[in-house]
């Protein structure tokens, strides 16, 4: 019954006091990943992605904040992480009853958390670990930036998360890196780093013609600022153009 802390990763709601899930509630919630996926199959879909980032439900259970839990699912990080890893076990298990082998499976996660106490770099490290093991098509880690750099948990602290992340996956699983790619020189100098693969989000809202000005070599006509008088030709909902407007730093050009 953790409130989330203004400013923090967990939730836009810092007043509301969550209710704690029965044992019972969290086993019905893993299978809930499961049938999940099972009707993303039945659906025609190529993989999911499990969301264990930006403070959702499987980052509240590996969080040390909102997680302060005394059964099997909760205190230490290894009991932290047990939640995350069924998730995981259950999605997979439910493909291998419904899907082809083509289907696959990927894991977002973000790094860190402001709080304190709040998931460390040190405790992404564990985490991306064992991950690395379950035979996942990839990682995804969610970054506002590819460089960002850890806040705490590890002893070097000058090295960029990604490189900490590529050093312990070692080549086990692909990582997908993200954050502030906005032109097709921040791609190359991202792809210098070893990361196999990179993912654009803001830049394809600012400019939907991203890959293909790239794919032609058009890159010099890549847009890179958000265009304040666009919203229709961009196609972009009015809940989300109004987050845009309203929280300047994260698009460019607001």
């Known amino acids: 019954d953790v409130p989330a802390e203004s400013g923090g990763v ?3 709601e810092p007043n ?3 209710r704690p899930l029965t044992e ?3 086993e019905d919630m893993i299978k809930a990943f499961g049938e999940t996926t099972r009707r993303a ?3 025609g879909y190529d993989g999911v992605e499990i969301h264990g980032a930006n403070g959702y439900l499987i980052q509240q259970f590996f969080s040390p ?3 302060r839990r005394e059964d099997r699912f909760g205190g230490s ?3 932290r992480m047990t939640f995350p890893l069924a998730v995981v076990d259950e999605v997979q298990k439910v493909v291998k009853e419904h899907a082809s082998s083509s289907f696959i499976v990927g894991y977002r996660f973000s790094p860190e958390e402001p709080e304190t106490p709040g998931i460390t770099m040190g405790d992404t490290l564990q985490l991306v670990d064992r991950l690395a093991d379950k035979n996942l098509a990839y990682l995804h880690v969610s970054l506002n930036d590819f460089f960002s750099k850890p806040r705490r948990g590890v002893e070097n602290l000058n090295k960029t998360r990604i490189e900490h992340l590529l050093e312990k996956i070692n080549n086990r699983v692909p990582l997908i890196g993200v954050g502030s790619i906005y032109t ?3 791609a190359r100098k991202a792809f210098e780093t070893g990361v196999p693969l990179l993912a ?3 830049e394809l809202i600012i400019d939907p013609d991203w890959v293909q000005k790239v794919a032609e070599g058009k890159e010099k006509e890549i847009i890179t600022e958000i265009n304040k008088n666009k919203q229709d030709e961009l196609v972009i909902p009015d809940p989300l153009w109004n987050a845009i407007i309203h929280t300047p730093g994260w698009f460019p050009g607001v």
Request: charged letters at 30%.
């Open 200 to 202: 654009i989000g803001r």
């Open 65 to 67: 904040h909102s997680n």
């Open 77 to 79: 990080l290894e009991k």
């Open 24 to 26: 019972a509630e969290v």
């Open 10 to 12: 967990s939730t836009e």
């Open 184 to 186: 097709a020189e921040d």
């Open 16 to 18: 509301v006091i969550p």
């Open 41 to 43: 199959i039945v659906a």
